[in-house]
């Protein structure tokens, strides 16, 4: 028997539709009206939003919404596009920065000199604990947000658009190191020798340019030895805990990549097929890098990866400068770029070219070469 009055249930064809109150027939019976979403929260926001903004017979009865509210609405209807430690780190910039000092503020007096005071004060002094100003770049994360929800109150007829756009600050482009080609052979050869459950996966970010998420989920039967081929279909994600048993505010899960994309199958070469022949009949675990029968926590996991570093006096880099390091290899060797974007699991090449490759001076040398062998042949 279905339920009556407003409630929220979950359909056969696996969205969420909630019921919703909006009159009276003349015969005194209740006109419900139909919400949908792909989650309960979606739906409840939603359900929430047509309640308080509805103008109804009476328009001054409309409520006026906080920025709190708007944004607490933005973040619910977007959970499922945000999710993994996307939605952890808005959660955060939300939670610490954003409602602090914007949340009580009603909506209609959400102004850009409002916005470019609090933006100009986190550069200046909005470090949590009072020493300094955030960087450009996480000021530049938390507008993002605030711009979205904004845009968000804006489609709902919430409030008018800000005559102004927004400024945000310029993204920093930081110099990522690589390891260099004799640094790289020196970690590997070393590497080889030892062969246990960190090494393998060091080998392998080396050699495909998977991210250490993606590292640390692999399991031996994503490895296809008889077609030579990483089947890469999951990653380790961190994630908002709501089990108030657990006392813990994130924990990690095994999910699907953010991105079709990622989804790939990495070939696997000659040099690597041999390694991995060699640690599979080595393996204690089902996960290529792991030990027990869990997987290995991707920050145990680089502090793993920064003791072998230690230990062989080479470059400390962060784990993803494997990757970098691994596109830089395969331009180097002459890889065309849409390939090479393919294997990384990048939507575009632009992405490929202007963020991993990184050209060396030897390379540059080279291409210069290039022009002068050219001029002569004229």
């Given at each position: ?191 080889i020798k030892r062969l246990d459950a960190t090494s393998v ?150 992405i490929t070219l202007n963020t991993y490759v990184h050209s ?19």
């Open positions: 028997m279905p339920k009556r009055g407003e409630n929220i249930h979950k359909r056969k064809d696996g969205r969420w539709e909630g019921r919703l109150r909006t009159g009276f027939y003349s015969n005194g019976k209740t006109v419900y009206k139909s919400i949908y979403g792909k989650t309960y929260s979606e739906v409840k926001s939603k359900m929430y939003l047509a309640k308080n903004n509805s103008l109804g017979d009476n328009p001054c009865r409309r409520k006026e919404f906080t920025f709190g509210e708007i944004i607490t609405l933005w973040s619910n209807i977007n959970r499922v596009k945000h999710r993994g430690t996307t939605e952890a780190k808005y959660d955060y910039l939300i939670k610490k920065h954003i409602l602090p000092e914007l949340g009580n503020f009603n909506i209609s007096n959400i102004t850009n000199y409002v916005l470019n005071d609090f933006m100009e004060r986190k550069l200046k002094c909005g470090r949590l604990d009072r020493k300094g100003g955030l960087s450009k770049s996480y000021v530049r994360s938390i507008m993002i947000i605030i711009n979205s929800a904004l845009e968000f109150a804006v489609n709902e007829q919430i409030c008018k658009p800000l005559k102004t756009v927004v400024y945000k600050p310029s993204p920093e482009k930081n110099k990522l190191t690589i390891l260099s080609v004799m640094e790289q052979q020196k970690l590997e050869g070393n590497l996966g060091i080998l392998i970010s080396l050699n495909t340019g998977l991210r250490i998420g993606e590292v640390c989920a692999l399991s031996w039967e994503d490895i296809d030895f008889e077609n030579r081929v990483i089947h890469v279909g999951a990653t380790i994600i961190r994630i908002k805990d709501d089990n108030p048993i657990s006392g813990m505010a994130t924990k990690l899960m095994l999910s699907r990549p953010k991105t079709s994309s990622s989804i790939r199958d990495i070939p696997i070469s000659s040099k690597l097929f041999d390694i991995l022949k060699k640690a599979y009949y080595k393996a204690q675990s089902k996960y290529v890098v792991s030990d027990n029968s869990s997987f290995t926590s991707p920050r145990t996991y680089e502090y793993r990866f920064h003791k072998i570093l230690n230990e062989y006096e080479i470059t400390p880099v962060n784990y993803h400068a494997l990757r970098h390091t691994f596109a830089t290899r395969c331009i180097e060797a002459g890889m065309d770029v849409k390939t090479l974007s393919e294997i990384l699991g990048h939507s575009n090449v632009s060396s001076m030897d390379l540059k040398r080279k291409q210069i070469e290039k022009l002068e062998t050219l001029l002569l042949d004229l």
